[in-house]
């Protein structure tokens, strides 16, 4: 597929991914940012992003399995992944972290667990999604 | 108001590696902006909308290294950069080590660099912790996630016409809807020029119930909070 016409279907594929609420408004400000000079932007920020946030769960379920759970930080890794998925737009991967940081207050373990299964899923998802659009994410290879 | 010819040129590369971005030459007519977040994912967004209107950015990923590079951080004072000119601070709230409220009183506790502009942004609109801010010396307070019209807004009102850009964005402000609390009842008269243009001088009382002077010159941040139809305009761009 020509690079055009890759970045097209990915064009018309992120509408579905706005219309299922897998991205939201931020993100096209991710796309209104990339231009002659920065062509590959929303790639890179978007590769960056997966990169990042697998290694904030990878931490977090490390955090969970020790004997005495160090919940303030969870706290800290919820909170920075929810404020990385919001600044790139992926609104099920930070609906995910508002929802199970709750577990964190009252100190359940279970519910985390579960939190972070549910949020490395649509993670996941999402990533599959953006692949399918057309692969404009081709990083994604390296660690999917 | 933009310029502080305080600091020399002249730059060490020893730590080039520890930042995000450093631009070979510096145009001494952009602005160039200092951006403090822990958050790779954040900073590397924060560049792009800075450089995107054409701010030279210099991004760090910690108070302390902000501190670093203007040449501020007490314990190293013989290794750090020469401060380089910088116009702007913009700084995460949250931050392992030093947060940006605990970045921003050092700086404005400086006498060489309180005169520089700071902003913060947080994930958070938790109103003590804007007041706080604000009452600091914040210059504004930008809720993330950051949009190219926070920063646009930004860089015109603070490094565009001057009293008579602020006047425009107040008069946005109080024709944009909002339902929060925060939107200051206009004041009857307009401030005077003289407190947009030396934000450096005592920050003025913020007895009168008209919000203190950054949220009059900073229109972007109580319509960012909650304003649905901000956010709807969002939405609508392509």
Redesign the interface.
């Known amino acids: 597929m020509e690079v055009n016409q890759m970045q097209r279907s990915f064009l018309e594929y992120a509408n579905v991914l706005f219309r299922e609420g897998f991205l ?3 993100f ?6 990339a ?1 002659e000079s ?1 062509p590959d ?1 929303v790639v ?2 978007v590769s ?2 997966f990169e ?1 946030s697998q290694k904030l769960l990878n931490d977090l379920t490390t955090t969970l399995d020790q004997q005495n759970v160090n919940f303030k930080k969870i706290d ?1 890794h919820i ?2 992944l ?3 998925s ?4 992926a609104q099920r991967v930070k609906n995910a972290c508002i929802a199970f940081r709750n577990f964190c207050d009252q100190q359940n373990v279970e519910g985390l667990s579960f939190g972070s299964s549910i949020t490395f899923a649509f993670l996941f998802q999402l990533e599959q999604q953006i692949v399918a659009a057309g692969g404009a994410i081709p990083i994604l290879s390296e660690f999917s | 108001m933009a310029k502080n010819g305080v600091f020399s040129r002249l730059r060490r590369f020893e730590k080039s590696e520890e930042m995000d971005d450093f631009s070979e030459c510096f145009d001494s007519d952009e602005v160039h902006v200092l951006a403090v977040d822990d958050s790779l994912v954040d900073r590397k967004v924060i560049e792009r909308l800075l450089k995107i209107t054409s701010c030279k950015v210099t991004a760090v990923d910690s108070g302390r290294r902000a501190l670093q590079f203007l040449g501020l951080d007490e314990e190293e004072t013989s290794v750090g950069f020469d401060g380089l000119k910088v116009d702007l601070i913009i700084t995460d709230y949250c931050m392992p080590g030093m947060t940006g409220y605990e970045l921003l009183k050092k700086i404005k506790g400086s006498s060489t660099f309180r005169e520089i502009p700071v902003v913060i942004m947080s994930s958070e609109n938790v109103l003590t912790r804007i007041d706080r801010c604000l009452e600091e010396g914040a210059e504004d307070f930008i809720v993330k996630p950051v949009k190219l019209s926070d920063v646009k807004r930004l860089k015109s009102y603070m490094f565009g016409e001057g009293p008579i850009q602020r006047r425009d964005n107040k008069r946005k402000l109080q024709e944009e809807p909002s339902d929060i609390s925060l939107t200051p009842s206009p004041p009857s008269s307009s401030p005077s020029s003289d407190q947009y243009m030396s934000p450096s001088q005592s920050p003025p009382s913020v007895s009168s119930p008209c919000s203190p002077r950054s949220f009059l010159s900073a229109p972007c941040s109580p319509i960012s909070l909650d304003s649905p139809s901000r956010r709807f305009k969002t939405s609508n761009h392509d």
């Open positions: 939201d408004g931020q096209s400000q991710l796309q209104m940012l231009d920065n932007f890179e920020v960056l992003f990042d800290a909170h920075q929810k404020g990385s919001s600044s790139i737009g």
